[in-house]
């Protein structure tokens, strides 16, 4: 990265700064933080900013039900403590919508992310809706936070920025970039419990490699995502492309 460049900077709103950077901090992407600078991460903890004498964060659910809400008041100071700039503003939250690849490389795009990690029942909705959060779920389970869930998602993002991955092709066949899942990878040995790595990969012949790795990342959509592989017959019914064989 150039003297002129800035990095791409990640602040968390959290009441658990210690967890990060966690998993961020090691590998490609602790790299691309500590010594390459690529991207920065800044965590603020929210908790000083109660007005609360006895420093509480939360009440309890208007109309209401078990558990605490976060306060709109303490996250919306704690937000304006932040520099105001146009990064996308990201809360993680089970009833949000899908984390998907196209999401994050469209995050990848900004000069950085602001992610909001919730506790307890979650956070009020005004200020949500207020402050122009977009709520995302990295998945159909429920978590105690959304501390480990911001995670994902910030390595999801970084990993695309330029100059994190060494081979840019390594980002090209990967998993959801065309609407597929990745196919079989294998290395040696050549035998494993006496499983052995398939013929075709062992043949030279890269033209064939090609088809039978098509034909595995069909599959195993298919099998294993459906709901992807509709999608895909849909597109290419869309643009008049034959689909594929069974």
Same mark, same amino acid.
């Given at each position: 990265?150039?003297?002129?460049?800035?990095?791409?900077?990640?602040?968390?709103?959290?009441?658990?700064?210690?967890?990060?950077?966690?998993?961020?901090?090691?590998?490609?992407?602790?790299?691309?933080?500590? =010594?390459?600078?690529?991207?920065? #991460?800044?965590? /603020?903890?929210?908790?000083?900013? @109660?007005?609360?004498?006895?420093? *509480?964060? +939360?009440?309890?659910?208007?109309?209401?039900?078990?558990?605490?809400?976060?306060?709109?008041?303490?996250?919306?100071?704690?937000?304006?403590?932040?520099?105001?700039?146009?990064?996308?503003?990201?809360?993680?939250?089970?009833?949000?919508?899908?984390?998907?690849?196209?999401?994050?490389?469209?995050?990848?795009?900004?000069?950085?992310?602001?992610?909001?990690?919730?506790?307890?029942?979650?956070?009020?909705?005004?200020?949500?809706?207020?402050?122009?959060?977009?709520?995302?779920?990295?998945?159909?389970?429920?978590?105690?936070?959304?501390?480990?869930?911001?995670?994902?998602?910030? =390595?999801?993002?970084?990993?695309? #920025?330029?100059? /994190?991955?060494?081979?840019?092709? @390594?980002?090209?066949?990967?998993? *959801?970039? +065309?609407?597929?899942?990745?196919?079989?990878?294998?290395?040696?040995?050549?035998?494993?419990?006496?499983?052995?790595?398939?013929?075709?990969?062992?043949?030279?012949?890269?033209?064939?490699?090609?088809?039978?790795?098509?034909?595995?990342?069909?599959?195993?959509?298919?099998?294993?995502?459906?709901?992807?592989?509709?999608?895909?017959?849909?597109?290419?019914?869309?643009?008049?492309?034959?689909?594929?064989?069974?």
């Amino acid at each position: 990265m150039s003297e002129s460049q800035q990095p791409y900077t990640v602040s968390v709103l959290t009441m658990c700064p210690e967890a990060f950077p966690g998993p961020l901090g090691v590998s490609i992407i602790g790299t691309a933080w500590k =010594e390459s600078q690529i991207w920065a #991460l800044e965590t /603020v903890d929210i908790r000083p900013f @109660s007005s609360d004498k006895r420093g *509480f964060l +939360d009440d309890t659910p208007a109309g209401g039900g078990p558990g605490q809400v976060l306060k709109a008041d303490v996250i919306a100071r704690a937000l304006d403590s932040l520099a105001s700039d146009d990064r996308p503003k990201v809360y993680m939250s089970a009833r949000g919508k899908p984390l998907t690849q196209a999401r994050v490389k469209e995050w990848a795009k900004a000069s950085g992310l602001i992610v909001l990690c919730g506790r307890f029942e979650g956070v009020d909705q005004r200020v949500l809706d207020a402050r122009g959060f977009e709520e995302i779920s990295v998945g159909d389970a429920v978590l105690a936070g959304g501390e480990s869930a911001a995670m994902v998602s910030i =390595e999801a993002v970084v990993r695309l #920025l330029p100059g /994190v991955l060494g081979a840019a092709q @390594s980002l090209e066949s990967e998993s *959801f970039e +065309d609407g597929l899942l990745e196919h079989p990878q294998y290395t040696r040995p050549r035998n494993f419990e006496g499983l052995d790595i398939p013929e075709v990969l062992l043949s030279g012949d890269h033209k064939k490699m090609a088809v039978w790795r098509q034909q595995m990342r069909e599959a195993t959509t298919k099998e294993r995502r459906p709901d992807l592989w509709a999608t895909h017959l849909s597109k290419l019914q869309a643009n008049g492309a034959s689909k594929p064989k069974k």
